[in-house]
């Protein structure tokens, strides 16, 4: 495992927010300096373009490579973002969003909720945590989410497992998170070389999740 990956069992618990998604025909997200800016419930979160379109692409080359879910209902909204050709049904890779009105929760129990859900899916001697930086006062750093395997339970996604990475985030107005997924074969958590993704690749996104990533209130 690289020496920059601190790999822990997990074992928190809770809960997180969670809305259902619905089709989404135009993009919900405008751009600025080539950045994603999604407007909702009060908030302006802006983040990184999905890696699996260059750099440099305007929307309509994103659009081209893409296809999208957006919901706003009840003090949440999520946004979910496939490749194009992909969708709820199959995917590979998906990245997204959730922002919520919520502002008595701090982010770190934020934090937990959302981790808390996830594990509830995945064989508990398949997962593990990982984070590149300590937790500061003022900001959490991205969060590495590894499941080698799903519980057998979950028969949709049987012998698969899959590798995750959150962004926690805190405005005025309320909590942000940013996310990005891979899903793969079913795979040894602690040995990296078998994730359904490069590390490297997993800890570019982290970097990118602490530099480009900004809740803000709406103007």
């Not at 302006?44 to 440099?56: F, G, I, K, N, S």
């Not at 593990?128 to 300590?134: C, T, V």
Request: negative net charge.
């Amino acid at each position: 495992m690289p020496s920059s990956i601190k790999t822990a069992v997990l074992t928190a618990g809770l809960m997180m927010l969670a809305a259902p998604a619905s089709a989404q025909s135009a993009l919900p997200f405008t751009q600025d300096a080539g950045r994603l800016v999604l407007d909702a419930l009060g908030q302006r979160l802006t983040m990184p373009p999905p890696d699996w379109v260059a750099a440099d692409a305007d929307l309509t080359a994103i659009s081209e490579r893409v296809s999208t879910r957006f919901l706003e209902d009840g003090g949440q909204a999520q946004l979910t973002i496939y490749k194009r050709g992909e969708g709820e049904a199959f995917w590979s890779t998906i990245y997204g969003a959730r922002i919520s009105t919520e502002t008595n929760m701090d982010v770190a129990e934020f934090r937990s909720r959302v981790v808390n859900v996830y594990a509830q899916s995945c064989d508990p001697d398949a997962v593990a945590l990982f984070q590149l930086e300590p937790d500061a006062e003022d900001a959490l750093p991205p969060l590495g989410y590894v499941c080698g395997a799903y519980l057998d339970a979950f028969t949709d996604f049987a012998g698969q497992g899959e590798v995750m990475v959150m962004g926690f985030y805190k405005s005025e107005a309320g909590l942000g998170l940013v996310f990005q997924e891979w899903r793969g074969e079913a795979f040894d958590a602690s040995a990296p070389a078998s994730w359904p993704v490069p590390a490297e690749t997993v800890e570019a996104r982290m970097a990118q999740f602490t530099s480009e990533v900004s809740l803000t209130l709406l103007d």
